[in-house]
């Protein structure tokens, strides 16, 4: 099971904040094993996707490039204070994780 990501929203004025690390090995499928010297298998996030109040604010494609435990953050318009958002991920191995917060 995939650990637990970290989510925070807060409100910038009339602006949701929203930060979420997310734990994930992502591995390029490039870099070899130091002990082995084998390739370690590549695993990575593929998309994410957020919403609030179940409409999507975001989609996003990303790849083995993007760093270990990676760290996103982005600004919606129109929320408020209680609105719930949820950010989602799925990898090339089929793992998915989501976590939820309520804006404050």
């Given at each position: 099971?995939?650990?637990p990501m970290r989510i925070r929203a807060t409100?910038?004025?009339?602006?949701?904040?929203?930060?979420?690390?997310?734990?994930?090995?992502?591995?390029?499928?490039?870099?070899?094993?130091?002990?082995?010297?084998?390739?370690?298998?590549?695993?990575?996030?593929?998309?994410?996707?957020?919403?609030?109040?179940?409409?999507?604010?975001?989609?996003?494609?990303?790849?083995?490039?993007?760093?270990?435990?990676?760290?996103?953050?982005?600004?919606?318009?129109?929320?408020?204070a209680g609105d719930k958002v949820v950010v989602?991920?799925?990898?090339?191995?089929?793992?998915?994780?989501?976590?939820?917060?309520?804006?404050?």
């Amino acid at each position: 099971m995939a650990e637990p990501m970290r989510i925070r929203a807060t409100m910038a004025g009339d602006v949701a904040d929203v930060k979420v690390l997310m734990n994930h090995p992502m591995e390029t499928g490039l870099r070899k094993d130091a002990k082995t010297g084998q390739l370690v298998p590549a695993h990575f996030i593929q998309e994410v996707s957020a919403t609030i109040n179940g409409a999507a604010v975001l989609n996003a494609e990303i790849g083995g490039g993007v760093s270990k435990n990676p760290y996103l953050g982005f600004k919606v318009k129109g929320a408020k204070a209680g609105d719930k958002v949820v950010v989602s991920w799925a990898d090339n191995k089929g793992d998915k994780n989501s976590a939820e917060a309520t804006i404050s």
